[in-house]
């Protein structure tokens, strides 16, 4: 069972864990109001759990997977496949001959993850775009990284070189690993951390650009142009992102929960309005899913809403 300490459960602006132990078909499929609740409940900042993970991937692949020697030296951070490039990625030269083996493995758990959550979260099926599946074989305690790269400090997540331009980062993982738990902490999600940040230093204004900037971002949207660079949103939520890293007195301080995800277990959350940080856990398999706004079912909740509302215009492109 995950375990959750330091704030009191249901704390207002905290995420709480969202436990899926009802009987569901084998597809994930449900009445669309439950799909409905379970996509208001992520949109809102919280964890959707399933204690049990539906069967997304083969034994035969989790043994293949936990049967590769995993070192710091052969392995990147994460092995990421592109569903839309067929290609893996993070592997080192070493290891290319695993290359056929590996993209095999997650094309099939990325195209299960989706048709599973296609039923699951129905609102956001045939909407979202299929981002990055990724295999997570390196332990995350103790893992030397730098510091803006490391993933045992509270963040928002933010893409610097894939904008969302306003979509949202939707992420389900499995913990493949037989014996240990994968140990979270989180702490205040967007909609309560998020504006007092964006008002500090008036940091909106400074992504935001001016009333040419504006207008220039207009007009390359209506033609459908590109623009260049970051879109004010994920400016702002890249900057969060180091900010928060980079601040020991906000990491140490702030109001935290920890959460612990046992073997075989599953779980999603919207990782750019839950604060998350990663202490501990081996072997697990992730999916990410960018839903955009005209899918959610609460988008008054997404950080490009929390973000508008303050700016008092947009900014995405």
Not at 139 to 150: F, M, P, T
Not at 176 to 201: D, H, K
């Amino acid at each position: 069972m995950a375990a959750q300490s330091t704030v009191p459960a249901f704390t207002p602006g905290f995420s709480r864990l969202v436990n899926v132990e009802e009987s569901f078909p084998s597809d994930g499929s449900l009445a669309i109001e439950r799909a409905r609740y379970y996509s208001a409940e992520l949109e809102s900042g919280h964890i959707v759990l399933f204690p049990k993970s539906p069967n997304l991937i083969p034994k035969e692949d989790i043994d293949w997977l936990l049967g590769r020697k995993q070192s710091t030296s052969n392995y990147h951070k994460n092995i990421a496949y592109r569903p839309a490039e067929d290609r893996i990625t993070g592997l080192d030269a070493s290891e290319q001959q695993s290359t056929d083996d590996l993209r095999r493995i997650l094309a099939c758990f990325s195209s299960r993850c989706a048709e599973f959550l296609s039923h699951f979260l129905s609102p956001y099926a045939g909407k979202w775009n299929l981002d990055y599946a990724s295999f997570r074989p390196i332990e995350e305690k103790g893992r030397a990284a730098r510091l803006r790269a490391r993933n045992d400090l509270l963040h928002f997540d933010s893409f610097p070189t894939r904008p969302t331009n306003g979509s949202r980062i939707l992420r389900f993982f499995v913990n493949i690993n037989p014996a240990e738990s994968r140990v979270w902490l989180t702490s205040q999600t967007f909609e309560a951390f998020g504006p007092r940040f964006a008002r500090a230093g008036n940091l909106l204004a400074s992504v935001g650009g001016n009333a040419f900037t504006r207008g220039l971002r207009s007009v390359t949207r209506t033609l459908k142009l590109p623009f260049g660079r970051r879109p004010p949103y994920d400016e702002f939520m890249y900057r969060c992102h180091n900010a928060m890293k980079e601040d020991a007195r906000f990491q140490e301080d702030t109001p935290k929960c920890r959460w612990e995800f046992p073997p075989g277990s599953a779980w999603m959350v919207f990782t750019d309005c839950v604060s998350h940080a990663v202490l501990a856990g081996q072997y697990a398999l992730e999916q990410t899913f960018l839903i955009p706004q005209s899918a959610l079912v609460k988008p008054e909740c997404s950080p490009l809403s929390v973000l508008e509302k303050i700016a008092g215009h947009a900014l995405t492109v």
